[in-house]
Structures are given as structure tokens and as C-alpha cells.
RNA sequence: GGCCCUAUCGUCUAAUGGUUAGGACAGCGCCCUCUCACGGCGUAAAUCGGGGUUCGACUCCCCGUAGGGUCACCA
């Protein structure tokens, strides 16, 4: 970048939860920044003191550090009005802005002293580096209002004053800003001010196209993915993958990765649709990456812990990564389709026999018999390999005998381990559930046909 | 409506004048298999329309059309 240093920013309003474009922004500042070795400003832009909340302040610098990003200096633009004011003075004495009074907006009634900036109406061209020139005619714009007071500078002066104070270079922003650019643009020549800069990236749309919104359906708060469950590495991956592409076909990316490989000439432009069944599916990506004991911990073991040995619950965690996209649904898997792992199941005989309804022969017990007295001689810790071949053999000689199908033991089997009529395949449930235990879901299976 | 931006499979995207237009997610089919899940293989699916420029357009230009953004003393 010419040498010289590069300085963006993440400029959050906190007049609402860590929303996901505010993210993906903040993401895309950090990675071009982080790319050129450059500098991070995090501005809190309170300058609407009605609806700035310490709260949601903190919400998005806890959202942003949980995803992985930091930046190199921290600012408020509320504690930043002299200088604003101070600038206000000077360009009225410059004769580049003046005061007017008028009737107040919400109150015509009452009437206040605005500041205004003069403009000539020119043709403004600036050039964004994710779509090339745009011109703008500003005469539409008029004399626009710059400050509510002259001490209260209203957001696009305070954004040109502070950006030209920390020195950004490059302003990466949301393509909703764009019609903003040549208002602010403005406020620099007559400051003086050199111009950064632009990148207008592209808007992140809800199915029915729309901007992503609460009302889209859609958790649009990165707090929300959090507590549902996701791994903030999935989410960035997600994210940076929404409106940028690294050219390749690799999809997988750290932030540390990525740090590396970003570059702005891979961002879209056009805007792309937010896609939640894609999201599951990076998410389990890194989900299926952490070590059982990393898993583990993401899984609130406390809440697991009465009902759940912890050998059988770490036992169960390759099934979870099998199945589950988020950590809810590992908890929901834990308390439906896998509860039987930690508690023995309530059977029904219909349901154990039904790969044979008429047990033709009495078979089911005596092939459940076949299969305990063949456990009898296996450790209690054997590996779903072992179990596997020991009973594979006995299922495939039941096949040859009574020319039905592997089913005809196998179900059974597999019932009388979990009480379900889907779960995990009966050689892993026997590893799992231990030898003793799955010799006496057995013994329970084989009391259904006494009575 | 004015102004601005955008336009490749349903979705995210690759291909920056020459490819059988590639990948991923979702879908479908087959295989694996007692069920579920995983996995493997395969399949269907796109260059918005019309004009140019060029030996040759997804790619460059123009016009339509469609979608989006923005029109605050909110950021």
C-alpha cells in the first residue's frame, strides 16, 4: 500500500446487539489490517446519547473478542465533542460552514441553531476499490446540517473528524454507506483532511432478499450463534466466506489463515444471501476438529454430569461429532437419540420382533441368548472392531440357518441395547455401554418373552 | 420516484477473451448397512434479455429488465 501504513477501523454504534454484518465488517477491517501489518481503531460511535447504551457497547467488544478479533486502540466518540466543537468553530470562522436558526425538526414550534456546511453542489468521483469509480452530483445535498449545535456535530462530521485524527487510511465499510461517501468527502476538503481509502462491501441479505433484520426470522445477533452453540471459528469462517473468496476451492479457513490469504481483490460485489444450512454445515467442520476433551468442554459437563458416567460420555463424544452441527444439538442428541448410552431403555416386545412379527421359530431369544453367552468371554472395554467381530460372525451363521437377514439378529440386538429404532449400530453401543451392562439389557430383552 | 450499486446452478462462489463453465451447501440416486448418522460414488442444476466490439465473449461497451441500497438535526 505505497508504503505507508495501513489504518482502519471498526467503528460499532452501541445502540444495539453485535449484529452479523457489524461483524463481518469489523472481521474483513481486521483481516485487511492484520494482512498489512497495520493498525486497528475500535471507535464507539455514541454520539446518539438517547439510544447508546454502555450494554450494548460491551455486548460487541465481548461478541468481537469472542470471534477473534482485537484491534490497537480504543475510542469513544462521546468523549471526543471538544475537538468536534473546536473544528465546528474553525470552519465557521473559515466561513466554510454556518449557523443557522431554524424552526427544530421534531419541534417546529421551537428554534435552535443548527451548523451547516456550505456546499457548491459539484460532482463528486471517488473511487472504491471493490467497484471502481463513482460519481456522485451533490447539489441535492444542499447546505447539509453538520452539527445539531455547535458543540453537538451530528455522525458524519465526527466519522471525518476521527478518522482524519487516527490516521485511516482505509475505510472499509458496508455498501450502505456508499451514498454517505460524498457528504463526508465533503467535510474533508473543507477540513482539510486527506481522503482514505473506500471499500463498500456488499450487504449480507436475508431469503426473501431483503436486509438481514430481527424480522427476517434469522438470529441476526452473533451472541445469539454463541449461546446456540456454534464455534466462533465456524462463524468467521462462515462469515468471511459470505462476500469474499480466496480463488480457490479450499474453504476452510482460521482467522490466522486467513489473516494471510485476504486480500480485497477477492471481495464480491454484489450481495449475498445468508444461508443457515451452509453455516451448519462449516460449523460442524470445526466442530469434528477439537480434541473429545476440547468437545467435551463446550458441552456444559456439569449439566451432564449426574445423569451421565463420564466414561460413557466421553465415549460418546465421536457419535456426537457424527451427528451434531452445533453444541445444542450434541445436547439434544445427549437427552434423545443417544439418552440410552447413560439410561436403560424401556422395550416393547412388538418392536424387538419386528424383523421377524411372528418370531417365527422363537429365534429372537435364542439369538439374543447366542449373542450373551458370546459376550461372556469379551473384556468389558472392547472396541467397537472387537465386538464387531465377534458377532458379526454369529449374525451372518443365523443368516445362512434360517435364510432370513442380519436384520434378523442384528435388530434385535441393537433394541434390546438402546430401546430405539434408531441409534447408533449395537457393536458401538456394546463398546460403549461396557460388557456387564449390555449383557443385562440382554437379560431385560429376554424376560419380555417369559410372560 | 431521484440518485447510487449489483447481476454465473436454489444458495455461497471459481473461471479476469479461447474450460466438456469447476467447487461447496442443499436436493436426488446408488453403494456401505439391522436402523440412524458418517463416509464413498454418481446425478440434476447457472452465465437475466437485447444489441454491439472481437476470429472468439461469463469476461469489454451500450440499452433494457430485475434485485438491492440510499434519500434525517440515526448511526
Not at 454369529?394 to 441395547?417: I, V
Request: hydrophobic share 40%; with cysteine.
Amino acid at each position: 500500500m505505497n508504503g505507508a501504513r495501513v489504518v482502519t477501523r471498526i467503528p460499532p454504534s452501541p445502540t444495539g446487539r453485535l449484529h452479523i454484518g457489524t461483524a463481518r465488517t469489523a472481521l474483513f477491517n481486521y483481516l485487511f489490517a492484520r494482512h498489512h501489518g497495520g493498525r486497528i481503531v475500535f471507535r464507539s460511535e455514541d454520539t446518539d446519547r438517547t439510544r447508546s447504551t454502555p450494554e450494548f457497547e460491551q455486548e460487541i467488544v465481548n461478541g468481537l473478542r469472542w470471534l477473534g478479533l482485537s484491534w490497537d486502540s480504543f475510542s469513544r466518540q462521546s468523549e471526543n465533542s471538544a475537538r468536534y466543537t473546536a473544528l465546528l468553530a474553525q470552519l465557521v470562522e473559515e466561513g466554510k460552514a454556518y449557523v443557522s436558526r431554524e424552526p427544530a425538526k421534531d419541534d417546529p414550534m421551537r428554534e435552535v441553531e443548527v451548523v451547516r456546511l456550505k456546499n457548491a453542489g459539484r460532482s463528486i468521483m471517488f473511487r472504491d476499490e471493490i467497484r471502481g469509480d463513482i460519481t456522485f452530483d451533490t447539489t441535492e445535498l444542499g447546505d447539509f446540517v453538520i452539527a445539531r449545535s455547535r458543540t453537538d456535530a451530528v455522525y458524519h462530521f465526527a466519522v471525518v473528524v476521527d478518522d482524519l485524527d487516527s490516521g485511516v487510511t482505509h475505510v472499509i465499510r458496508g455498501e450502505d454507506h456508499i451514498s454517505n461517501t460524498p457528504r463526508q468527502i465533503l467535510i474533508q476538503e473543507a477540513l482539510g483532511a486527506p481522503r482514505p481509502i473506500y471499500a463498500h462491501l456488499p450487504l449480507i441479505l436475508d431469503e426473501r432478499r431483503a436486509k438481514m433484520s430481527k424480522r427476517s426470522g434469522y438470529a441476526v445477533a452473533i451472541m445469539d450463534y454463541r449461546d446456540e452453540g456454534f464455534l466462533p471459528e465456524g462463524l468467521v469462517n462462515y462469515l468471511v466466506l459470505l462476500g469474499w473468496s480466496p480463488g480457490g476451492e479450499r474453504e476452510d479457513f482460521s482467522l490466522e489463515e486467513l489473516i494471510k490469504v485476504f486480500s480485497i481483490e477477492g471481495v464480491q460485489k454484489s450481495a449475498a444471501i445468508w444461508n443457515r444450512e451452509k453455516l451448519l454445515s462449516v460449523n460442524q467442520r470445526w466442530m469434528r476438529k477439537l480434541s473429545d476433551k476440547d468437545f467435551l468442554q463446550q458441552l456444559e459437563p456439569p449439566r451432564f454430569k449426574a445423569s451421565w458416567p463420564s466414561r460413557q460420555l466421553e465415549l460418546a463424544v465421536p457419535l456426537l461429532k457424527e451427528r451434531a452441527r452445533t453444541f445444542t444439538e450434541a445436547k439434544e442428541l445427549l437427552e434423545g437419540e443417544l439418552r440410552c448410552v447413560a439410561v436403560a431403555p424401556e422395550l416393547k416386545t412388538a418392536t424387538l420382533t419386528a424383523k421377524e412379527p411372528s418370531d417365527r421359530l422363537g429365534i429372537t431369544a435364542e439369538m439374543l441368548r447366542a449373542v450373551e453367552a458370546a459376550l461372556a468371554g469379551l473384556t468389558e472395554n472392547a472396541s467397537p472392531d472387537e465386538v464387531k467381530a465377534l458377532i458379526m460372525p454369529l449374525a451372518d451363521a443365523q443368516e445362512a440357518k434360517s435364510k432370513g437377514s442380519r436384520g434378523a439378529m442384528l435388530w434385535p440386538l441393537r433394541y434390546a441395547l438402546s430401546g430405539q429404532e434408531r441409534s447408533p449400530d449395537p457393536f458401538t453401543l456394546i463398546s460403549i455401554l461396557g460388557t456387564q451392562e449390555s449383557v443385562r439389557r440382554i437379560q431385560t430383552a429376554l424376560d419380555c418373552f417369559k410372560s
